[in-house]
């Protein structure tokens, strides 16, 4: 019998794996004058870029299908490999759909990334987006909301549309509509593993990086639908969170490694941006609708290692997230030099052991091609919490 997702699955490959951005190419000839804005992981207001008739595009290097020849004179090599691979495709004309880029405020590698794209394409809009850190909505919320306005009125003067109120309360709920569809998905795959594998919803999610927000909603319920009439067995594998690869992401082929391995990745951190917000952007009566979103941005951000938590304990959330999963336990797989991350990571194994959580680690970098020692890894570490419940 064929499998009806497998098609959406085919899609949404295609767009993820599309170097020359034709995707982004096609919508700008669909819409004469429109500017198509990449922007860097993890977050950026992407209902803002999209209601000033905008289209935003995630950027998320070149992965392991780009050989790295320029890019590697422009860093230095103790760091992560994603900037490397960004200008890789940039200087060799892919990204040549692109009229600006959007650099957050990732880490001090994407902040240099963003001035180096300033000197190598100077005719292109390269904006610095520094999201707040403090979550004072009269300190950081008002920061926030100057920020948006800088941006949407800089991408004016280069041909934008003028910021709408109403655009961009359109744009909001068309952002709540996708974000609930992917709360779908991943109640689905925690639910029913075995239906909906970790490497297809990533795609099936990775995919609306380049598409207008509804085009991607339709995509994933498409998708729902398609693997709810799967016809499939359960299987007895053990249930993991990953988490680390926020930025730089892992080759497609490393998360289906770990799937071989006997490891269902119930929740993972993939692709935060499209989830950052936790729950819908809510406008109250006769509020900005600016002002809604930098409130959502405060009070609603997920925990990540490039947002300020002031008091909290690091790995707190994620032994709550892990229990909510009714997960085994915890993956910690970070891009190798990913600082952020990498700092992180002792407090999260401190809290992950204390709360008696299993949990192992690796590092990786976006264009590692050989995967059998972390499998083997994965493997060890799933037959281990299955015979003693304990890994680490």
């Known amino acids: 019998m064929t499998d009806p997702a497998f098609a959406l699955v085919e899609r949404a490959h295609s767009i993820v794996d599309d170097r020359k951005l034709s995707t982004v190419a096609h919508w700008k000839d669909n819409h004469l004058g429109g500017l198509a804005i990449g922007h860097m992981p993890i977050y950026v207001p992407r209902p803002l870029i999209e209601a000033i008739g905008c289209l935003p595009v995630a950027l998320f290097g070149g992965g ?33 759909a692109l009229d600006g880029v959007l ?34 909505r009269d300190i950081g919320g008002k ?6 306005r800088r941006i949407a009125r800089e991408l004016q003067e280069r041909g934008a549309q003028p910021l709408d109120p109403d655009a961009l309360r359109e744009c ?20 029913e593993p075995w239906r909906v594998k970790a490497s297809e919803a990533y795609l099936i999610v990775r ?7 509804k085009s991607h909603t339709l995509l994933l319920r498409e998708f729902i639908t398609a693997v709810q009439q799967r016809t499939v067995r359960p299987i007895d594998n053990v249930r993991v969170v990953l988490v680390g690869s926020f930025c730089e992401q892992p080759p497609f082929a490393l998360i289906r490694a770990l799937e071989k391995s006997g490891c269902d990745i119930v929740d993972d951190d993939f692709q935060l941006g499209m989830r950052m917000i936790d729950g819908p952007i809510e406008i109250a009566e006769g509020e900005d609708p600016l002002d809604a979103l930098a409130r959502a941005y405060l009070d609603k951000g997920q925990e ?14 994620l032994v709550r997230r892990v229990k ?39 590092k990786f970098a976006e264009n590692l ?6 499998r083997e890894q994965a493997g060890a570490f799933s037959d281990a919490v299955k015979l003693w419940g304990a890994a680490s």
Request: charged residues 20%; aromatic residues 10%.
């Open 64 to 96: 392991d299908a780009i050989d790295i020849i320029r890019g590697d004179s422009y860093f230095q090599s103790y760091i992560c490999h994603i900037p490397r691979s960004t200008v890789e495709l940039a200087l060799s004309g892919d990204f040549d």
């Open 207 to 213: 995919a609306g990086g380049a598409m207008e927000t």
């Open 172 to 191: 909001i709920a068309l952002e709540n509509e996708r974000r609930a569809v992917i709360a779908e998905l991943d109640a689905l795959r925690r639910a």
């Open 304 to 317: 990540t290692a490039s947002r300020y938590i002031g008091d909290l304990i690091k790995g707190a959330s």
């Open 103 to 136: 650099f957050p405020s990732i880490c001090d590698v994407i902040r240099n990334l963003g001035g180096m794209w300033r000197m190598l394409f100077p005719k292109a809009y390269t904006a610095y987006v520094d999201l707040p850190q403090n979550f004072d």
């Open 369 to 374: 091609g050989q995967f059998s020692v972390i």
């Open 324 to 362: 909510e999963c009714n997960a085994d336990g915890v993956i910690f797989a970070a891009a190798s030099f990913c600082d952020p991350a990498l700092l992180d990571q002792p407090m999260i194994e401190a809290a992950l052991t204390k709360a008696s959580v299993p949990h192992t680690s690796f």
């Open 143 to 148: 920061f926030y909301v100057l920020e948006m």
